[in-house]
């Protein structure tokens, strides 16, 4: 088969323990998945679950830096466990669910929030708010064989040091197993496909300059310098 220009690199994340890399085709979100994290947001907190999408070529990957994004002057980081599927299907059961798991990795949903917002108030879509150029750092992907099944760990971000989400994957409104029965039911997920699992509370600004480290115990961290 030919091309009229070149193919696109393949979106990829980093794996531990390997030179290999886990090639990336969607990146699913879940919005509001943590109870004080709905209540900041003036939600109700036991809502089913809802997603947005983000390229895949929005990953960050290797604690790269990025530039401050254009069109806001409100940039929010969000801490997120993020879950790689090795194998999808349609109306996965989530007593199935755990299998279909290839790995886990701290991510960061990076927001637009006055686009965000913006959009809202105007009843439009988020993309632009959420859907930017580098939105999605995501850290290092570690194995299921090497980590087991994240239930229960501690998630926080530090901005320049200074902590502002300090949490439980435990306090996640839906779990990872009927998250995944739940997007299954709206499309077929395949290999290759990521999901951001939600933020706790504590979201914040990312000024000019600023380092945000997400950190969640067991599968290590990703830093991202802004501006």
């Given at each position: 088969m030919s091309y009229?220009?070149?193919p696109?690199?393949?979106?990829s994340?980093?794996?531990?323990?390997?030179?290999?890399?886990?090639?990336?085709?969607?990146?699913?979100?879940?919005g509001?998945?943590?109870?004080?994290?709905?209540?900041?947001m003036?939600?109700?907190t036991?809502?089913?679950?809802?997603?947005?999408?983000?390229?895949?070529?929005?990953l960050?990957?290797g604690?790269?830096?990025?530039?401050?994004p254009?069109?806001?002057?409100?940039?929010?980081?969000e801490a997120e466990?993020?879950v790689a599927?090795?194998?999808?299907?349609?109306?996965?059961?989530?007593?199935?669910a755990?299998?279909?798991?290839w790995g886990?990795a701290?991510?960061?949903?990076?927001?637009r929030r006055d686009?965000?917002a913006?959009?809202?108030?105007a009843?439009?879509?988020?993309?632009?708010?959420?859907?930017f150029?580098?939105?999605?750092?995501?850290?290092?992907?570690?194995?299921v064989?090497?980590?087991?099944?994240?239930?229960r760990?501690?998630?926080?971000?530090?901005?320049?040091?200074?902590?502002?989400?300090?949490a439980?994957i435990?306090?996640?409104i839906?779990?990872?197993p009927?998250?995944?029965?739940h997007?299954?039911?709206l499309?077929?997920?395949?290999?290759?496909?990521?999901?951001?699992?939600?933020t706790?509370a504590?979201?914040g600004p990312?000024?000019?300059?600023?380092?945000?480290?997400?950190?969640?115990?067991?599968?290590?961290?990703?830093e991202?310098?802004?501006?």
């Amino acid at each position: 088969m030919s091309y009229v220009m070149p193919p696109f690199p393949v979106p990829s994340l980093p794996v531990e323990g390997s030179d290999a890399r886990f090639p990336v085709r969607r990146i699913f979100c879940v919005g509001r998945n943590y109870e004080e994290h709905a209540r900041e947001m003036g939600a109700d907190t036991r809502e089913p679950p809802f997603f947005f999408t983000k390229p895949a070529d929005a990953l960050v990957t290797g604690n790269a830096a990025i530039p401050y994004p254009p069109a806001t002057q409100d940039l929010h980081h969000e801490a997120e466990l993020v879950v790689a599927m090795r194998a999808g299907g349609v109306d996965i059961a989530p007593e199935a669910a755990l299998d279909l798991i290839w790995g886990y990795a701290p991510g960061n949903d990076l927001t637009r929030r006055d686009l965000q917002a913006a959009a809202k108030a105007a009843r439009r879509p988020w993309d632009m708010g959420k859907a930017f150029d580098a939105s999605a750092p995501c850290g290092t992907l570690v194995p299921v064989s090497v980590c087991g099944h994240i239930s229960r760990a501690r998630i926080t971000c530090t901005v320049d040091g200074r902590v502002t989400q300090d949490a439980d994957i435990a306090d996640m409104i839906w779990d990872v197993p009927h998250i995944i029965a739940h997007l299954s039911g709206l499309v077929r997920l395949e290999p290759g496909d990521l999901i951001f699992t939600g933020t706790p509370a504590g979201v914040g600004p990312v000024a000019r300059g600023q380092t945000v480290r997400v950190e969640i115990a067991g599968l290590g961290a990703v830093e991202t310098k802004v501006g």
